[in-house]
Nanobody, 123 residues
Framework: QVQLVESGGGLVQAGGSLRLSCAASGRTFNSGWFRQAPGKEREFVAAISWSGGTTYITDSVKGRFTISRDNAKNTVYLQMSSLKPEDTAVYTC???????????????????WGKGTLVTVSS
């Protein structure tokens, strides 16, 4: 069983930046980031193919967030810029155990999930 561990969360002022990392204990394939704000349902944020050649960003963060990966380090990143208070949430990474041709944007379609890291954006 591959373990996913997120890091990089914390408290930041509005307009600031953070880079989240998701380190896997083994090889993973299509990956993504999800977030859940207090009192709200979990939502998809960003996804990336195994090669890193294809990415998909949800509209609410498009232009501010980017997703990337370093397969040599078994790590997926979420670079977040121009952060807003509404970005406050627990951010969780997820990944598939095998490659698929499409970008995976659904939580239940993933095979591995991290425990999440809290991002708090103050106004």
């Amino acid at each position: 069983q591959v373990q996913l561990v997120e890091s990089g969360g914390g408290l930041v002022q509005a307009g600031g930046s953070l880079r989240l990392s998701c380190a896997a204990s083994g090889r993973t394939f299509n990956s993504g980031w999800f977030r859940q704000a207090p009192g709200k349902e979990r939502e998809f944020v960003a996804a990336i193919s195994w090669s890193g050649g294809t990415t998909y960003i949800t509209d609410s963060v498009k232009g501010r967030f980017t997703i990337s990966r370093d397969n040599a380090k078994n790590t997926v990143y979420l670079q977040m810029s121009s952060l807003k208070p509404e970005d406050t949430a627990v951010y969780t990474c997820a990944a598939k155990a095998f490659a698929v041709t499409r970008v995976v944007t659904t939580w239940d379609d993933m095979d591995y999930w991290g425990k999440g890291t809290l991002v708090t954006v103050s106004s």
